[in-house]
């Protein structure tokens, strides 16, 4: 029984006191731990020991998270490296594929011969005369402190034998008491690994950890390191050394040494590499090689056999993609350009599509046109889908490899040939293998690390390809009797060919058929025998029509065509006599069919294209489409139905009656006018209510009472009662100048697309228009000690990117005159700016941006004069007065009268700074762009 030395409730105190020796106090015990600055549970009384700097178990939580940050960086830098090199894989490779990080921690799993050394943390637990459980570790003289009893020598001990000293320490003490010590962490040793690995350097490592674990921690051995001749190095002689190809092919050898502090791993350069290739056990056994970076060579023997694979998952990812747009769940309003079309958004940063996803608004946001454009696009991608999907039995179209020009046979490659066996046909190139051999190795060495022949190898197919000192290439036939005494040298090759030709009488059996597969053949046996004696015709086999492909003994191949039902019944005609290695395939019924398809359009949860199913009627089709949205029109459905390429005939339909609720459905609406069959390649459409949305709000700020967002209660709401419901203007409030906001872009793409080709896209006065003109016009106004061009706040702090400025009769609507009241729509923003005396200057003037208090009866001429007259730079022709309200007056400019909240522009006549080259409208002429708010 253990108990906490170090806290713990007072019954629990009185009760270890009972039991301790005398003289061990808990309060020693709790100095103890104190004075070497360690937990309750890891308390180690007597001597204070240092642990060391860096552990293997970080100490806190952000310890912890640096660690696992460095170590993930680091095994990505190693994986970056061994991406990058091109040769050839090697054997034992696969040992240092993922980099191995562990703990010293060992919850007391130990075996009894581990020789204790400084840093071990030990678990002693005395029990009987006197009991008491107490965290010790070994100092760096060797010992450990029991408090109060003494000290025991056990670095250098195995666990058994310290266990044994401890026992005869304690029982001097104490009679009748038995020791138990555990190893509860163990010490760890800073060893270095250099060589030829991805990372040498220092690694901080346990005790016990194998030279593959700490070879592991650096990446392994490079391309040119050697895998048979790792060394550990102590004080400038090898203590030990390391043969990795016993382990990895049989298990032999031992990897665990003893390591020491300051210990070197050295791994050195590899001297003798062969290269394996063809059918040897682990050389066709390699699993793929993954997928190579852009840039990377990429080699015939990784390329993707079925061209069309990359095609097809891009056309399902984009399927995906708009089925989840269209789902009812999707985010809120993805509009055309990836920015966030949902009213209440506009004017904020874009957002993504995963940023949105996770909101989950309840209403669906799409308008019928952008449902209908991504619904047409949906059922486009499927029918592409078909045509590119993995080609089905009876497809026997060749297709091109677009890396290596080959011809791929996906139905005549021989299906009963491992896959390694069909690449290296389709592709020309062997799989291959490095192996590193010890000076004076032979070939047969070379076969007992391959795993010997694989099954597919051909007998006295070993062949031997060595280049000389003078470059001469030179092959010889390698007799498997010669294999103990033929030295292999650096970069030799040695290959074992495959069978390349099928023995046996045998035929083989491909389709739609019950069990296809290569049979045996019998002298004499015909097509109708083979399929009638297997029971290979099935209900849905295509019985007008069967194959076979002979090939002869040079590859030559003949094609022959027989009828399945007269061959079963044995007419001489079409039961053809087989031969050796020929191929009998049988087709599907539904080759011969197209698919069959039905179509859902409009506000439903699944929208989309489905199978057709005989006896299917409307209310089934809706029912698989999911529950209408909240915007769905529930009254009228329509459906269409093809006639041969003709206008459709359109079916209109009562929604009501065929809709599914929680508690019925109606499945036994039978009436062909109320719920009609469908047919093949029909499409269902259900419609929107009409400009639906669940809640319209518009928003006001500035000088009213409430100023806030404000959500409309009726069919036409007014701006003289949105004021109204605001509490009314303060007392500061300056109507005649308030600015009202409406989005040129709504969620209807269809008007979107009708403004841009209009022109009136791209022209709004505050987006492109007079913001950026008076941002222009600034430029002469710098910061005075770095000359920096500095920008000036612009009318009222108004800058918005997206909205367009209506001229508003603020003063007529607020007195109730009809014509000037404005009928409010969702996203409307209206600005009521504070009261002001001033006037503004912008542009060449002799100050560039002045403010100005406005006097009764003063002119735009009086207000230039005040700024210091124009510049020679000023286009005086093109000087324009922007009224508080929005107007923008172009004529007898100098003469007109200003206002509180007017802005006088004067543009440049030829531009200053050529840091403006890369936007061309600072070059047009200031009227261009102001007439756009004409």
């Known amino acids: 029984m253990r108990f906490n030395l170090l806290g713990g409730a007072a019954i629990l105190t009185s009760a270890l006191f009972a039991q301790l020796p005398q003289g061990l106090d808990l309060q020693a015990l709790k100095q103890a731990a104190g004075a070497q600055g360690v937990g309750a549970a890891d308390a180690v009384p007597g001597r204070s020991t240092t642990l060391p700097a860096a552990t293997a178990t970080p100490a806190t939580p952000e310890d912890a998270a640096r660690q696992r940050s460095e170590d993930e960086k680091l095994d990505e830098e190693v994986r970056a490296l061994k991406r990058r090199e091109k040769g050839p894989r090697r054997f034992g490779a696969d040992l240092f594929q993922v980099r191995q990080r562990g703990s010293a921690a060992t919850e007391g799993g130990i075996a009894e011969d581990y020789v204790l050394g400084t840093g071990d943390r030990l678990n002693l637990n005395v029990f009987g005369s006197a009991t008491f459980d107490l965290p010790v570790q070994v100092d760096g003289r060797g010992e450990i402190v029991i408090p109060k009893v003494g000290t025991a020598k056990v670095g250098g001990l195995t666990l058994g034998k310290a266990k044994a000293a401890v026992q005869g320490l304690v029982s001097r003490n104490f009679s009748r008491s038995s020791v138990d010590l555990q190893v509860i962490k163990l010490r760890e040793v800073r060893v270095f690994v250099m060589g030829e690995v991805y990372r040498p350097g220092s690694y901080l490592v346990s005790s016990l950890s194998s030279l593959v674990n700490v070879l592991s921690l650096a990446g392994g051995p490079t391309a040119v390191g050697s895998y048979r001749d790792i060394r550990v190095m102590r004080g400038g002689h090898k203590v030990a050394g390391l043969d990795l190809y016993p382990l990895r092919a049989e298990g032999l050898g031992n990897p665990n040494v003893a390591l020491q502090n300051g210990d070197t791993v050295f791994v050195p350069l590899a001297q003798n590499q062969v290269l394996l290739e063809g059918a040897f056990q682990r050389v066709v056994a390699l699993p793929p090689e993954p997928k190579r970076q852009k840039g990377d060579t990429v080699e015939p023997e990784d390329l993707d056999l079925d061209p069309l694979k990359e095609q097809r998952e891009r056309t399902q990812r984009e399927i995906k993609a708009i089925e989840a747009q269209l789902s009812p769940n999707q985010g809120a309003g993805i509009a055309e350009g990836g920015e966030n079309a949902d009213p209440q958004s506009q004017g904020r940063e874009p957002q993504t599509a995963a940023q949105l996803g996770s909101r989950m608004p309840q209403a669906p946001v799409l308008s019928l046109t952008e449902r209908a454009a991504l619904e047409d696009r949906l059922f486009f991608l499927k029918r592409q889908l078909v045509v590119l999907k993995e080609a089905p039995q009876g497809d026997h179209r060749v297709r091109i490899n677009p890396e290596t020009q080959l011809p791929v046979f996906p139905q005549d490659a021989n299906e009963s040939l491992p896959e390694w066996l069909r690449r290296w046909e389709s592709t020309g190139v062997a799989p291959r293998l490095q192996f590193e051999l010890r000076a004076g190795e032979t070939v047969a ?343 920096q061009l500095l920008k000036n706040p612009l009318l009222h702090g108004l800058l918005a990117g997206s909205l367009n400025r209506m001229v508003v009769d603020f003063g007529g609507a607020l007195k109730g005159e009809a014509l000037s009241d404005v009928e409010l729509q969702d ?29 009764k009866g003063m002119k735009v001429g009086d207000l230039l004069k005040l700024a210091g007259g124009t510049t020679r730079n000023a286009d005086t022709s093109n000087i324009r007065l922007l009224k508080a309200d929005g107007r923008i007056l172009d004529s007898w400019i100098e003469g007109r009268t200003v206002e509180p909240g007017d802005t006088v522009l004067v543009p440049q006549r030829f531009r200053r700074d050529s840091s403006w080259q890369e936007n061309l409208q600072a070059l047009t002429p200031l009227a261009l762009i102001l007439n756009a708010v004409k």
Request: no cysteine; glycine share 8%.
């Open 445 to 787: 060495e070379a076969l007992r690390f391959a795993g010997g022949f694989a099954p597919e190898a051909g007998p006295g197919t070993l062949t031997l390809r060595r280049r000389d000192a003078a470059g001469t290439l030179s092959g010889q036939d390698v007799p498997l009797d010669s294999a103990n005494h033929l030295a292999l040298q650096r970069g030799d090759v040695l290959s074992a060919l495959p069978r390349r030709e099928r023995t046996g009488p045998v035929v083989q059996i491909s389709g739609w058929a019950r069990v296809p597969g290569v049979f045996a053949r019998t002298e004499g046996l015909k097509v109708g025998d083979l399929l009638r004696r297997e029971a290979q015709v099935l209900p849905d086999t295509y019985r007008a029509r069967g194959e076979v492909v002979r090939t002869a003994v040079d590859g030559t191949s003949r094609f022959l065509a027989f009828d399945v039902d007269k061959a079963l019944a044995g007419d001489a005609t079409h039961n053809l006599l087989l031969e050796d290695r020929d191929r009998v395939e049988l087709f599907r019924m539904e080759d011969l069919r197209l698919p069959k398809l039905v179509t859902v359009l409009g506000p439903v949860a699944r929208p989309g294209t489905y199978a057709f199913h005989d006896g299917m009627r409307a209310s089934d089709l809706i029912f698989r489409a999911g529950v209408p949205a909240k915007s769905a029109d529930r009254l009228v459905a329509e459906l269409a139905r093809s006639k041969d390429g003709k206008p459709s005939e359109v079916i209109r339909l009562d929604l009501a009656k065929l809709l599914s609720t929680e508690t019925a459905s109606p499945i036994t609406l039978l009436d062909e006018a109320t719920n009609p069959r469908i047919q093949s390649d029909d499409q269902l459409s259900l419609f929107e209510k009409p400009d639906y949305k669940i809640h319209r709000t518009v928003r006001i700020t500035g000088q009213v009472a409430r100023p806030g967002s404000y959500t409309l209660d009726s069919a036409k709401p007014s701006l003289s009662g949105l004021i109204q419901r605001a509490g009314g203007l303060t007392a500061e409030a300056m109507p005649q100048a308030g600015i009202f906001l409406r989005r040129m872009s709504t969620q209807d793409a269809s008007l979107q697309r009708a403004a841009e080709e209009s022109g009136l896209m791209g022209k709004d006065p505050t987006a492109k228009g007079i913001n950026e003109i008076l941002e222009r016009l600034n430029e002469t106004k710098r910061q005075p000690l770095s000359g």
């Open 827 to 855: 996203g409307d923003e209206i600005i009521i700016p504070r009261a002001t005396e001033a006037a503004y200057v912008v542009g060449e003037t002799a100050s560039p941006f002045a403010t100005y208090k406005v006097r």
